[in-house]
């Protein structure tokens, strides 16, 4: 197996994935077929760009039991791509009893040729209480070690699940557990029930809870994960792989979906996609055809629009704009917003992850932004940003007009009325307060992304983000004073007493408020009390 990756952002990559029947480009979805009822056609799926989908074992198993041997699972379905089988965990799930053992199951998926397969794992999804869940993860576990001498074949990729779902904690131990065992790929199931009640903050908890305690280089596959809204919150993540049958299921109950959400077909007057079902109907004309028709026709558009946003994903990656694709997605609904906002308390971790400099600027488009893993990042490297000996002097800059903030007009007119010696210069440390990076010294504003963004800086919270940093700053460091232009009484008071605790004295300058006048006078200012502190 060899799993190649090409290119990240936050946790999410562009990888190739080498298996038995060909390569599959990750992120990738894989749409679930149902061997006995083919809403779209497997060699429609094969046009539409997709290289590998995934199927019921236990389906194959009841239903075509002769034929998917004999010819193979591949033929069976009229697939040439990649097919992945899954065990039939969850119609266990549904029925609650299973009567096959994890012999049989891995047996049959070896004798039918599953290019990746998995191991016979307990739902913890259906549990009734976390006792139950945790029985069905140590039987998962339990299953998972005896799996490696059940095997006969060494040319199937196989799937290690991760349980406990929806106990975040539960999932940390089973992923910690199964991860040490030797498979090929990692999946995390269970998550079904969070997707269909919009919990996409407990989903973010669960996922992370999984990818933090999994092999950093194993793909990772995400069971059930419907709507194509969420595929970008999954790839950055971490998630490389997803199945959906949502384009089926929705189709059934006559349910259009778009990048946004969910409607009714009857509720339609236009068609806002160019797939070629759009193209040829309209909704009033798609109501006109027979019922098993408009079925198909449904989920054969619900099915573009869903491969179609894994090549926006593909596309942002390479970009190095996952986070932008997903502030934008987050908007589609409230409980998406939910689970970006509890992504960004992973903030500090994904930053490990992501690319430092990317190709474009970065954009800054609300309150969510600020917490982006670049600001993380920027916001850690602060703490421990060296400081000159000579230096015992921080001066606190408002924020200039424009960027680079060290050539801008205002630092220029400061400059002009400073006029101190280089020797009396070289004690001070400038920074810049940012609505977007909270504070940035004059020193490091060319370090990408400090000069590479664009964005509206009067973003909520700007103001306490920048005071949160500024009272980091000093803290972290040893100055002898702090000056401050007042900008604002209460955010002011918290600088104040960062200073008080670290001892260091603070003068608070009163500036006037046109621009030019304000800064000429900051300039005149710093000049007075660098005399005053050390004379000559
Ligand atoms: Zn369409």
Redesign the pocket.
């Given at each position: 197996m060899s799993f190649e990756v090409r290119e990240r952002d936050l946790m999410g990559k562009i990888g190739v994935l080498e298996t038995r029947s060909g390569r599959i480009t990750t992120p990738a979805l894989l749409p679930v077929i149902n061997p006995t009822r083919l809403v779209v056609s497997p060699s429609l799926i094969r046009k539409m760009n997709c290289e590998c989908i995934i199927t019921n074992a236990m389906i194959a198993l009841k239903r075509l039991p002769d034929e998917a041997k004999l010819k193979g699972i591949h033929e069976a379905i009229g697939f040439d791509g990649v097919v992945m089988t899954d065990s039939g965990a969850y119609q266990f799930m549904i029925y609650g009893k299973l009567d096959v053992s994890q012999e049989d199951i891995i047996r049959f998926q070896e004798e039918i040729g599953s290019d990746i397969a998995v191991i016979l794992d307990v739902p913890s999804g259906g549990a009734k209480n976390k006792v139950e869940a945790e029985r069905a993860v140590r039987e998962t576990l339990s299953n998972a070690e005896k799996s490696f001498s059940q095997r006969r074949r060494n040319d199937i990729l196989w799937v290690g699940p991760v349980q406990g779902s929806p106990y975040p904690d539960m999932v940390k131990s089973c992923a910690a557990e199964i991860g040490k065992m030797p498979f090929d790929l990692y999946a995390i199931g269970s998550v079904v029930h969070l997707m269909e009640s919009y919990s996409f903050d407990i989903l973010v908890d669960v996922v992370m809870a999984a990818k933090q305690n999994l092999p950093l280089e194993k793909p990772v596959h995400l069971f059930g994960a419907g709507h194509p809204m969420m595929f970008s919150l999954a790839v950055a993540m971490g998630v490389d792989m997803f199945d959906s049958a949502a384009y089926a299921l929705y189709a059934r109950d006559e349910r259009y979906m778009t990048l946004h959400g969910t409607q009714n077909l009857s509720e339609l007057k236009y068609?806002p996609?160019?797939?070629?079902?759009?193209?040829e109907y309209t909704p009033q004309e798609l109501l006109k055809e027979p019922k098993e028709e408009r079925e198909k026709k449904l989920a054969?558009?619900n099915l573009?629009?869903s491969l179609s946003e894994v090549q926006a994903i593909r596309q942002a990656i390479t970009d190095g704009r996952l986070w932008e694709l997903l502030e934008t997605r987050s908007r589609s609904h409230p409980s998406l917003l939910k689970g970006l906002r509890r992504l960004c308390e992973y903030s500090p971790y994904i930053a490990r992850f992501s690319p430092s400099v990317k190709k474009r600027a970065i954009l800054f488009f609300g309150p969510e932004s600020i917490r982006r893993p670049e600001v993380t990042l920027h916001l850690e490297k602060l703490k421990t940003l060296p400081k000159p000996d000579e230096v015992d002097v921080l001066v606190i800059l408002p924020e200039p007009s424009s960027r680079p903030f060290y050539r801008s007009k205002e630092r220029k007119i400061l400059e002009g009325s400073l006029n101190i010696p280089e020797s009396v210069k070289k004690k001070i440390q400038f920074v810049f307060k940012s609505g977007f990076f909270g504070l940035i010294p004059e020193e490091v504003e060319d370090v990408y992304p400090l000069s590479q963004h664009l964005g509206l800086s009067d973003i909520p919270y700007a103001k306490e983000h920048i005071t949160t940093a500024t009272c980091s700053f000093i803290e972290s460091h040893d100055y002898k004073l702090v000056i401050l232009p007042i900008e604002d009484n209460q955010e002011d008071a918290k600088i104040e007493e960062a200073c008080r605790k670290k001892g260091v004295k603070l003068v608070k300058i009163q500036l006037p408020g046109k621009m030019k006048r304000k800064w000429k006078k900051l300039g005149e200012t710093i000049k007075e009390i660098m005399k005053s502190t050390c004379p000559g």
């Open positions: 068609f996609c160019s797939c070629p079902v759009c193209l054969t558009h573009y629009v």
